[in-house]
């Protein structure tokens, strides 16, 4: 069974930093494409990074130069480092993995509050 795990969700105040990360297990890690989304109250679900399975990286316009999305293949993990929060960073984060060859938007976690202080 598919199971993703995230955690290091938290408050934190405007400026501060936080890394939240993402345990996978289930599926063959190296295989899949992962990413984090995040979801405020009224907001659809965004793309906040993705990290391919061969190491490339892409993020939102909003995180550039603030977030960094790293895997670890040999620990089944993937983080996202995120510096200079801001109050619009406040959001649900999930974490998403995704088999290029499959159908579908893959598998998710069940997210971590992340609340950044005005």
């Known amino acids: 069974q598919v199971q993703l795990v995230e955690s290091g969700g938290g408050l934190v105040q405007p400026g501060g930093s936080l890394r939240l990360s993402c345990a996978a297990s289930?599926?063959?890690?190296?295989?899949?494409?992962m990413g984090w989304y995040r979801q405020a109250p009224g907001k659809q679900r965004e793309l906040v990074a993705v990290?391919?399975?061969?190491?490339?990286?892409n993020y939102a316009d909003s995180v550039k130069g603030r977030f960094t999305i790293s895997r670890d293949n040999a620990k089944n993990t993937v983080s996202l480092q995120m510096n200079s929060l801001k109050p619009e960073d406040t959001a649900v984060y999930y974490c998403?993995?995704?088999?290029?060859?499959?159908?579908?938007?893959?598998?998710w976690g069940q997210g971590t509050q992340v609340t950044v202080s005005s």
């Open positions: 998403n993995a995704h088999h290029p060859l499959l159908p579908g938007s893959g598998s």
């Open positions: 289930g599926i063959i890690f190296t295989a899949n494409h």
């Open positions: 990290i391919t399975n061969g190491g490339s990286t």
